[in-house]
């Protein structure tokens, strides 16, 4: 069960947004992102920080900061639930109008990024999802292990380009859109579910935004965090084959997706995660019958992201045979965690 250790729950009634934090340790960065949403101005607003199994003294930190107030809650289950369903609890508290997410190691640019966010979508009612730019800690340059769009639209992120999918560290998103596509699959636990959330919400006719003028900062904090050498790499595996399925991806299609991510696992060192990823990848349950995406939703992919990607050959130097950020094999370049279609 779900308990509030602070705070209290957004009263009954229409206000603007749900600004969502999930909490694991890393308590100064923590609060340094609660006080962040807590500064957000021009906007009715809750602060809802969903803790996700931290210890005593770290839970005790952030009730401090939220302790008495009534625009804020500290809640928890006292488990890890993964980031899907964990952003799918803290969502489910709050009834705001949209839902921005915040990573805990992450601060909003300024005072004014819930307000632009939430105006931008009143100004355009086809949008479910705002992705922010990532930038790092100083807001110097852009957070580059945060990149999710094709390497060629690397220059336009501080500009506003359509998307396929967002980056989860900084976001909003629409909540009819939300509640109307049932939230994350839960079955992701970690990585790829805001792809699936993307590709959900553009089969149902909507659209995604990168709003490169709403930034985060991201401080890409080391405590608490899953590393490409212990599952990381597993579950980006499992779970985008999972997605592929979940479309109906033809079968020699799929193969071709499953062989590349073998050649990448013996490449980046990571065999033994790449494969066990490719076999639960190909298991997964799936929570409906597999079906193809619209052709309007295959148009939008492919004007938004396709074309960004270059041919077979470029894909193939880009994003099989580049290496992981901080794997043991290095590379100034992020390309192997850009969300592709």
Do not use: C
């Not at 060192?269 to 298991?283: N, S």
Request: proline fraction near 4%; hydrophobic fraction near 45%; avoid cysteine.
């Amino acid at each position: 069960m779900t308990r509030i250790l602070a705070g209290s729950l957004p009263e009954a009634g229409g206000y603007d947004a749900d600004i969502v934090i999930l909490s694991l340790g890393r308590a100064a960065e923590t609060v340094e992102a609660i006080r962040s949403a807590l500064a957000q101005t021009g906007l009715t607003r809750h602060v809802i920080v969903f803790d996700q199994g931290s210890d005593s003294t770290t839970l005790a930190q952030l009730a401090t900061v939220i302790e008495g107030r009534g625009d804020a809650l500290l809640a928890t289950m006292g488990e890890n639930l993964g980031v899907a369903a964990g952003r799918n609890r803290a969502a489910a508290l709050g009834h705001g109008r949209i839902i921005l997410a915040l990573d805990n190691d992450a601060t909003f640019a300024d005072e004014t990024v819930a307000l632009r966010a939430l105006d931008l979508m009143a100004g355009e009612p086809a949008l479910a999802v705002l992705g922010f730019r990532i930038m790092n800690a100083d807001g110097s340059n852009d957070d580059q292990a945060s990149w999710g769009y094709p390497d060629a639209l690397r220059p336009q992120a501080g500009e506003r380009f359509p998307a396929a999918t967002f980056v989860g560290a900084g976001h909003a998103i629409r909540r009819s859109a939300w509640d109307g596509l049932g939230g994350y699959d839960a079955a992701l636990f970690f990585t790829w579910e805001e792809f699936d959330f993307a590709l959900r919400a553009i089969d149902a006719g909507w659209q995604i935004l990168h709003a490169g003028d709403l930034a985060v900062h991201h401080k890409l904090a080391t405590a608490g965090r899953v590393t490409w050498a212990e599952t990381r790499w597993f579950l980006f595996v499992r779970n985008r084959l999972y997605i592929a399925r979940k479309w109906q991806t033809p079968f020699p299609a799929l193969l071709l997706r499953a062989a590349a991510y073998g050649l990448k696992s013996v490449h980046i060192g990571l065999a033994t995660q790449g494969f066990a990823g490719i076999g639960a990848g190909l298991r997964l349950p799936l929570p409906s019958p597999p079906r193809p995406l619209h052709v309007a939703a295959r148009d939008y992919l492919r004007i938004s992201d396709h074309v960004w990607r270059g041919g077979p050959f470029a894909r193939l130097r880009r994003e099989v045979w580049a290496a992981l950020p901080s794997s043991r094999r290095k590379s100034a370049r992020n390309s192997a965690v850009t969300k592709s279609p």
